[in-house]
DNA sequence: GCCAACGTTGGC
DNA sequence: GCCAACGTTGGC
């Protein structure tokens, strides 16, 4: 199994969004690798943090989720309605693709990013690298344990 | 709202 | 293939 953390700004779909809705096509995926990845390495059951970005209360990890599909085209991409339209993209080979996300908890609390930067167990985590801009990544299962026990606290 | 870091685009 | 210009992300 893997695991993952998966941005989305509150403001616009957040933890309890997700948890009134179960289960949501994580959509507006516009980044190679992050595609790349939801294609070659998500399998139905991994799990995935919930990550609060750009959050004007708190950013950080608010729950968690599993992965409920394997990769198909994100239909946003052709709606020019839609918030990210790719007219580039060709209906017979789509180029953006999504997977459906279920609910599974809400941590007791936010685990902050303030917080995640002073443990010395999560020095490595992509999350935290400088610069970095992914909106889906892989986390290490002790990683996210650590986070989960956290959140217990 | 600012700005640093990064990805993408397009001219050459 | 290089690289400048531009757009976006996301922390603060």
């Not at 969004?17 to 507006?28: A, F, I, T």
């Not at 790349?36 to 708190?58: I, P, Q, T, W």
């Not at 610069?131 to 959140?151: C, H, Q, T, W």
Request: with cysteine; hydrophobic share 35%; net charge positive.
């Amino acid at each position: 199994m893997n695991y993952w953390l998966m941005k989305s700004e509150p403001d616009c779909f957040s933890i309890d969004d997700l948890k009134r809705v179960k289960v949501e096509p994580w959509d507006g995926i516009r980044n190679y690798q992050a595609r790349n990845m939801m294609r070659d390495d998500m399998k139905v059951g991994d799990k995935a943090l919930f990550y609060h970005s750009n959050a004007s209360k708190e950013t950080g990890v608010v729950g968690v989720m599993n992965i409920a599909s394997e990769a198909y085209p994100d239909p946003t991409q052709f709606d020019p309605k839609s918030d990210h339209p790719d007219p580039k993209s060709d209906p017979e080979n789509p180029r953006w693709l999504l997977v459906d996300v279920k609910f599974a908890e809400k941590l007791p609390r936010t685990v902050t990013l303030a917080e995640l930067k002073t443990k010395k167990t999560l020095h490595k985590m992509r999350l935290l690298q400088k610069g970095n801009r992914l909106s889906i990544m892989p986390v290490k299962k002790a990683e996210f344990d650590y986070i989960i026990k956290l959140s217990a606290k």
